[in-house]
């Protein structure tokens, strides 16, 4: 009942900020860039609202709790990608004056059909970044309060699109600024108390597997196929077990077992916990080292990590929900001022979920047989502290988990809208409200195809697409005279095109591993690089087509607002 209240309270905050953003969203300038009038500190608690995603609130520490210590990659890679957005991107783009990456994608190479291709990027990245925020509230909704997965991805689904249908971009700026300082208390404060309760508790890097630290009954709600490492003892309380209907006392040998719906398994304090197929169990040396373990079944880790590092550093820059955001600062220099805020918000934050994974090794073990890692948040605190105080802290952290949800996909859904209604559309008011609508409605239904899949891995393909695409074209527009929209175009085909297909390879080849699979898997570090070299090289064929006015083009983007008003 806490967490149903907390995440009501939530909720009900949300609406009523957006509807305050609603009396004061007027013109098509408020809706798309809320009249380039937003302050820093503001702007920066907005963006680091809206880029605090399901990733950084359950994902991350789930991926530690599962894979280990290398996976600080995720939340160091999601705070350093804003120092290239702060060094290459911010001032420059902030000074051209474009509403959305298509827009300058043709105002600086004049081509609206490349304007058209970016707005299919911009609408697939933003809908792959959304597939996470929505499974993450199913998810939420279900952990703690019981509910079918459908109904926290409909309630988000439904929130924000009437809040962006409404309000528009000054009024979801009001709804993000808030929910930033709610989920970094959220994820905060209950991080303390769990801490406190943990000192000279077991540790998490102990060589051995992990095991229960008390008697745990779990019951498995879908068919599980299960492994065991060592010989364990376990109580069948109901359901069928290995094909087998007997009740009682079994003895497991090592191996994979079956399990259907269901079941109900007790086990003994200081049993070994089995870990589900396909997740590699490992023990305290190699969870604490980087690359001890098999990333996502990857058979060479280190790739997948410079992998991951090339998509979050450089995928930053490229995501549209992001970006729209320093088009509302009133000039460059605020836009720099801006990211270097969102920094110092983005660091405290992430200074917390590696904790939840750390602590979910030893107190709430039972999610590697269940390969529910992605909970571990909001499990934790009614596990390590229990009681009335358990519930509490819980109920903050599912509150600031449905805030996370809420505002992440608040910005990618207006990035998605703004780019439909400003770039395919006529850009009015009325049409920026169809597309909101429009695109709420696929996200809803795409939210509910999404099983299986972990958090932040569709986000770090959303990353991958992003740093294939955008980034090439943001850092080549920007810093490089000789870019032609035949560059652009053949480089955003070969980096992102090709990282999408490896992408849904990955995801539908059978019995594919080694290199191929790897690559498959994290595109990123040859995607990259790829649309780089095809940029230029095909620039460089048809350097008849660099716009004419190159020269006043690179002013726009690089003269600061100063010397301009004083020409």
């Known amino acids: 009942m806490i967490a149903l209240i907390a995440v009501l309270v939530s909720t009900a905050a949300t609406l009523a900020i957006g509807a305050y953003g609603v009396r004061i969203a007027r013109t098509t300038s408020d809706f798309f860039v809320a009249s380039r009038a937003v302050p820093p500190m503001w702007n920066a608690s907005a963006i680091s609202g809206e880029y605090l995603s399901a990733a950084s609130f359950l994902g991350v520490a ?24 702060l060094i290459l991107v911010a001032a420059p783009l902030r000074r051209f004056g474009a509403y959305t990456i298509p827009d300058f994608a043709e105002g600086r190479l004049d081509s609206p059909r490349l304007r058209r291709l970016a707005t299919m990027f911009v609408l697939l990245i933003g809908w792959f970044y959304l597939l996470p925020q929505m499974r993450g509230a199913g998810l939420t909704l279900h952990v703690v309060l019981g509910l079918p997965r459908w109904v926290g991805v409909v309630l988000v689904g439904t929130v924000i699109t009437a809040n962006i249908a409404l309000g528009g971009m000054k009024g979801i700026t009001f709804v993000q600024a808030f929910q930033y300082w709610l989920k970094v208390t959220a994820i905060s404060l209950p991080a303390f108390f769990l801490l406190a309760h943990a000192v000279g508790g077991r540790s998490p890097t102990a060589s051995q597997l992990p095991s229960f ?60 916990v089995p870990h589900i197929s396909g997740m590699q169990a490992l023990d305290g040396a190699r969870w604490s080292v980087p690359n001890g373990g098999v990333h996502r079944g990857n058979a060479h880790p280190l790739f997948a990590t410079y992998s991951l590092i090339i998509a979050t550093f450089l995928g930053t820059m490229g995501l549209p929900h992001i970006l729209v955001r320093f088009y509302t600062n009133p000039d460059g220099r605020a836009a720099r001022k801006t990211t270097l805020i969102v920094l ?10 590696p904790v939840y994974g750390v602590l979910g090794r030893v107190f709430a073990p039972e999610l590697y047989l269940t390969g529910q890692t992605d909970s571990v948040v909001l499990v934790l605190p009614h596990a390590v502290v229990g009681g009335l105080a358990g519930d509490v802290l819980g109920a903050l952290v599912a509150a600031g988990a449905f805030a996370a949800f809420l505002s992440t996909a608040s910005g990618l859904l207006i990035s998605v809208a703004g780019s439909v209604a400003y770039d395919l559309l006529g850009g ?38 992003a740093a294939s695409t955008f980034c090439p074209l943001l850092v080549l527009g920007i810093w490089w005279r000789g870019l032609t929209s035949s560059g652009a175009a053949a480089g955003m085909i070969a980096g992102g095109g090709l990282a999408s297909l490896g992408i849904v390879l990955s995801r539908t080849s059978v019995g594919v591993g080694g290199w191929p699979s790897a690559l498959l898997t994290n595109p990123a570090a040859w995607s990259v690089p790829l649309a780089f070299t095809t940029m230029i090289v095909v620039s460089r064929l048809t350097s008849g087509r660099v716009p004419r006015d190159v020269n006043a083009k690179m002013l726009a983007l690089h003269l600061p607002e100063s010397l301009r008003a004083s020409a």
């Open 213 to 272: 630290a008390k008697a745990t009954t779990i019951e498995l709600e879908s068919k599980t196929r299960f492994v065991v490492a060592e010989s364990t003892t376990v109580d069948v309380v109901a359901g069928k077990l290995d094909s087998s209907g007997v009740v009682g006392r079994r003895e497991l040998q090592p191996g994979e077992h079956r399990a259907s719906a269901g079941t109900t398994l007790a086990f003994d304090n200081g049993a070994l």
């Open 62 to 85: 789930g991926l530690i709790m599962k894979y280990g210590l290398s996976m600080l990659w995720y939340p160091v890679g999601f705070a350093a990608g804003y120092v290239t957005l």
């Open 344 to 353: 110092l918000l983005l660091g405290a934050f992430y200074v917390f979920p």
């Open 428 to 465: 009015s008011i009325r049409e920026f409200r169809y597309s909101a609508v429009g695109t709420g409605l696929v996200s809803i239904v795409l939210g509910l195809l999404v099983v299986g899949v972990e958090i932040n891995v569709l986000v770090g393909w959303a990353f991958a697409i």
